[in-house]
């Protein structure tokens, strides 16, 4: 699966409505609340904030093609089926027992999406909900059990980690996986981010187990269920392909 691997307890049968593909929205709102995550924390102890490039809004990388700006689009179609399928689930009550309750989701072509659920409170509020979108390209070949025993542990310990509110994984056509984090409030991204499980996988299985990575960071204005457009702030690319790890950022926002 993804970066975090979900193992489903609970199946939830509920047909999913394809959402709109777009981009914008509540830039004002969003400039107030700040930019989620705050400072990146190093994937490698070797590199430092220094070693950011930093890209113009049109700009490829020569020899990173991955980094091309057009995966703007295709990497937000599938965060907006799993924010759909999330606002879905919250029109009705989730089931009942300890958090996080984690889910499966039916798709038409048999491919798999699973969701975690911490703290749904906050995902029913009408206020800022801070993301980040993952996109792994994995090694040919790999051997996912230590990515999959990471997620295990990481799961149990959502509970540390109020701010924390859902993770969902989609399993995508090239055999890859997206997935989508949602956070409140935003800080609450470097609280688990700096948890010694979670640095962990960044720090080590990461680069062992994917050739090339992009994340977004974002805010859905007025939370999910207000339908609003999500608002992308800002694209980071890793490189692992070589020695070196490399990396770099965009800004999505003025």
């Not at 609970?10 to 047909?15: E, G, K, L, N, S």
């Not at 999913?16 to 981009?23: G, N």
């Not at 599938?78 to 999330?86: I, Q, S």
Request: net charge neutral; glycine share 8%; aromatic share 10%.
């Amino acid at each position: 699966m993804g970066f975090l691997t979900i193992r489903s307890i609970y199946t939830y049968w509920r047909p999913l409505s394809s959402p709109r593909l777009a981009v914008g929205g509540g830039a004002a709102a969003l400039r107030q609340r700040g930019k989620p995550g705050g400072e990146e924390k190093s994937l490698s102890p070797t590199m430092s904030v220094d070693d950011w490039q930093h890209l113009t809004p049109s700009e490829v990388v020569p020899g990173r093609p991955f980094t091309d700006p057009a995966y703007l689009r295709e990497d937000l179609r599938p965060m907006l089926v799993m924010a759909a399928a999330l606002r879905r689930l919250l029109t009705d009550p989730l089931p009942e027992g300890p958090r996080p309750t984690l889910l499966w989701i039916p798709q038409t072509d048999r491919r798999q999406h699973r969701v975690a659920v911490a703290n749904e409170g906050p995902l029913r509020a009408a206020r800022d909900l801070a993301f980040v979108g993952f996109f792994g390209k994995k090694r040919p070949g790999i051997d996912a059990t230590p990515l999959t025993a990471a997620d295990d542990e990481m799961i149990q310990d959502f509970p540390a980690h109020p701010g924390i509110l859902s993770y969902s994984s989609l399993e995508l056509a090239d055999g890859n996986w997206a997935n989508l984090i949602l956070t409140d409030p935003p800080e609450a991204q470097d609280e688990w981010r700096d948890s010694e499980k979670h640095a962990y996988a960044v720090r080590e299985l990461a680069p062992r187990h994917y050739t090339v990575v992009r994340l977004y960071t974002g805010v859905f204005p007025q939370g999910l269920r207000s339908g609003r457009d999500p608002v992308l702030l800002r694209a980071k690319y890793y490189d692992f392909q070589r020695a070196e790890p490399w990396r770099a950022e965009r800004a999505l926002q003025p």
